[in-house]
């Protein structure tokens, strides 16, 4: 049984490209944290997790949970970048390098394929252990590892090295990213193009006030 969601997305197309574009932040924030602390806080976590595991959502605004405070992290540093605030600047390098994997990702069939193959087999795994169960969390950073790391176009993450090498967390992270990715997706297919970062600013700021 499904549930509505708490707040119907947005129809105006740059709101919903602000939303998705949260979701890459958002991971990029908590690859952030991982990297440094070896914690993230629960909500953007499972928010993230759940969004990956659904490739097929039964709205837009249920991809993210039906509600824009899930992806309030996001939304933060987002808001950050589109008002020209200071920003980590570890956090937009993260982001910004998703939205180019992406593209990457994006032509390359075979790899879409693979990836959708791999998702598939870790839904049934989720449906049986739990979204956010360590062995679901591990497949994704498998998925990740055996398709995205393989592309010239890395994301090399900096930390706390102790952390790094603990363990779960290169599986932890790489499920963060394949997360941002999903997201990036998102954001594509509704429109959202690098350029329109700078040259519609203005029109995302005001679609991030709107969103509150």
Do not use: C
């Not at 709205?59 to 020209?84: C, K, M, W």
């Amino acid at each position: 049984m499904t549930t509505s969601p708490i707040h119907r997305a947005p129809d105006s197309p740059t709101a919903r490209q602000a939303l998705a574009l949260a979701g890459v932040f958002q991971a990029a924030s908590l690859v952030d944290e991982l990297a440094r602390t070896g914690q993230v806080d629960t909500r953007p976590w499972e928010t993230l997790i759940r969004a990956t595991l659904d490739t097929n959502p039964e709205s837009f605004e249920a991809t993210y949970g039906g509600h824009p405070n899930n992806l309030r992290r996001g939304l933060e540093v987002l808001e950050a970048v589109v008002g020209r605030q200071q920003a980590n600047p570890v956090v937009l390098r993260y982001g910004f390098s998703l939205l180019l994997l992406m593209n990457k990702l994006r032509v390359d069939n075979d790899m879409m394929a693979s990836l959708g193959q791999h998702l598939n087999r870790i839904q049934g795994q989720a449906e049986h252990f739990g979204t956010t169960h360590e062995n679901v969390i591990a497949s994704l950073g498998e998925a990740y590892q055996e398709t995205l790391s393989t592309l010239k176009t890395r994301i090399v993450v900096h930390g706390d090295p102790s952390m790094l090498q603990s363990r779960m967390m290169p599986e932890r992270v790489r499920a963060i990213l394949l997360a941002g990715i999903r997201f990036a997706l998102l954001w594509h297919q509704q429109g959202g193009r690098r350029w329109k970062l700078v040259f519609q600013r203005g029109a995302l700021k005001k679609a991030l006030d709107q969103l509150g």
